[in-house]
């Protein structure tokens, strides 16, 4: 994973219904263009960014997404963290298996998501949920 400084506060916003969902994606779009990613890269980290706040609604029961540009002296980039108190993915390395989905959203699935994505981390528990760190780097 590379390392970034964050460069200004993150964005926040709650993820409690479909509406929300259409809120994060046009959040990580604008913050995608102010770094400069390219279009491609923007649709790659807009799909993740919508895969992933689709499963922290439907499988998290909601939660939260923070969005903050990160600079690491080279480039920079668009760090996402969604966050729920939900009950934790049971089987992660399942969860990860290409082409693994429980249904709904993209059909992307968390193996699907991490490829669109330069960074990706995951932190899962049944007591505390799931945290989901993602970054996308401007070429």
């Known amino acids: 994973m590379t390392v970034g400084v964050d460069v200004g506060p993150p964005q926040a916003q709650s993820i409690r219904s479909d509406e929300d969902v259409v809120r994060v994606r046009q959040l990580v779009r ?6 400069k990613l390219s ?3 923007q649709t790659k980290v807009v799909t993740a960014a919508s895969e992933l706040a689709r499963n922290t609604l439907v ?12 600079d690491n002296g080279r480039r920079k980039g668009v760090r996402i963290v969604f966050a729920d108190s ?7 390395d399942l969860a990860l298996t290409d082409g693994y989905t429980t249904g ?3 059909g992307l699935g968390l193996s699907g998501s991490r490829r669109l994505v330069d960074d990706f981390e995951i932190e899962t528990s049944q ?5 989901i760190t993602v970054t996308k780097w401007s070429r």
Request: glycine share 24%; aromatic share 2%; net charge negative.
């Open 59 to 70: 499988y998290g029961g909601g939660g939260s997404v923070e969005v903050t540009i990160v």
């Open 104 to 106: 709904g959203g993209l």
């Open 39 to 41: 279009l491609v890269d």
């Open 30 to 35: 604008a913050v995608a263009v102010a770094v």
């Open 127 to 131: 007591e505390t949920g799931t945290r």
């Open 86 to 92: 939900g009950p934790g993915i049971a089987d992660l």
